[in-house]
């Protein structure tokens, strides 16, 4: 009997120290778990710092269209599956076999990343820090518990977790950057190593660069031109998030460039580029100027490169905006070869008043007009989808003499056409043009001869805007 009684309780014992040895087990199964995810965040950030330091997605124009407005941005696709996919070979190859010391590895590593990005690319604060560990704390937790709901799906479970921890992070750093501002300028609390550069250390930087890339070819520098239009519309790219020539108001290049005073000729070169983790101006800079001169043949044709290089080019407006993770370009190159006198260019009353000085040796070729329908504002989806520009249809060129025409365009006669030297005086009626074509944009092209190339090219572009009513009008937003 005893004997019976001693085999049941041994039983019995035996049952209680399987039981809690599979409690146990349990328990170092969930803390495991635990463990493996908490490294599996600090893999996804360093991964996301490295991502963005060395292999930023640049976009120069018609490439890659950005898409500000959705959350589902191109460069957000590409820095996720790049963590996603790193995260699925680290769950096959490490996980699966029951690496502990592998995960404890690639943790620590990832932690020392993590760590030393923060430090040399943030200048973070210890608020900055907690604030990051505690989101990132919480996407742990929404992870684990959905993790365990779909514990049957490993691929979903992967997909889950590293889109938790990546949009906390880029929330986060989104937060900390205050976002796209109307300036381009980090807020007070939160700035970047290398990112406390004076505009006008930046815009010189550009210029360096530009000016390399000319002299390779054996053209002169260009210089800086007082005109803002370069910063106007780098401002108004990172303002309403959009990448275009055109801007929210409809207008192109050579309008705005008549609107904040500008009265030579200008062709334009946009770019930009999206780092998850901050923005290094300088380094961001010399890789859009490397993409435009010798990436540009199958995005653009190799119109950015031809535009930098254009040797009747002698100035340039450069527009430099950024906010914490995005920095925008405008490169407005400038043919400057008239001095005006006066008030000129001048539209009034349907009459156009030309009057100034030519550079040394060059020589007018003609005075064109061409006409752009009505400016219509445009979306940010509509901005992303137009990409090129080009000058309106040529409607009108203006004669000396009333013996000279212009086949298949309307011919006008100068009330006065003079030219002495290099100086000139030119006056036309445009009137009957704007009573045939209607509202609309007027630009008055002056097209000059080169002597060192004997080529012509536009010297100088003055855009008239013209209402419903058939009179001038100045758009009140640039």
Sequence with gaps: MRREINVEIDESEASENAAAVAKKAQKESAGYEALSMLLKAAIVAGIIILININYPTIVILS???????????????????????????????????????????????????????????????????????????????????????????????????????????????????????????????????????????????????????????????????????????????LQYGYFSHWDPFGMKPYMRYTLVGGNGAVTENVAYVYYSLGIDPEKAIKQMEYNMMYNDSKCCNNGHRDNIINPEHNQVSIGVAYSGTTIYLTEDFINHYITWTGSTPNYDNGVMFLQGNLAPGFGIYSVEVVYDKPQVPMSVAQLDNTSDYSYGSAIAGVVSNPRYYYPNLTTITANEYSVNSNSFTISFDMSKLVQSHGAGEYTVQVWLTDPRTNANFVASTYTVFINSNGQEYTPGSV
């Design 63 to 237: 490439a890659l269209p950005l898409q500000l407005s959705t959350l589902f941005t191109q460069p957000f696709l590409v820095d996720f599956v790049v963590v996603f996919a790193v995260l699925t070979l680290y769950d096959l190859l490490v996980e699966r076999k029951g690496l502990l010391y592998g995960e404890l590895i690639g943790g620590l590593a990832a932690g020392v990343v993590l760590a030393t990005g923060s430090y040399s690319l943030f200048q973070t604060s210890l608020p900055q820090v907690f604030a990051l560990s505690l989101m990132l704390f919480i996407a742990f937790l929404i992870s684990f518990l959905l993790g365990i709901a779909v514990k049957r799906y490993a691929v979903l479970k992967l997909v889950l977790m590293a889109f938790i921890f990546f949009l906390a992070i880029e929330l986060f750093l989104n937060h900390i950057s205050g976002g796209f501002g109307s300036n381009g300028i980090l807020p007070s609390n939160f700035s970047i190593t290398r990112q406390n550069i004076p505009q006008n250390t930046i815009i010189n930087y550009t210029l360096s660069l530009i000016n390399q890339d000319r002299n390779q070819y054996g053209l002169p520098n260009v210089t800086l031109s007082p005109e803002t239009s370069g910063q106007q519309h780098s401002d108004s790219m």
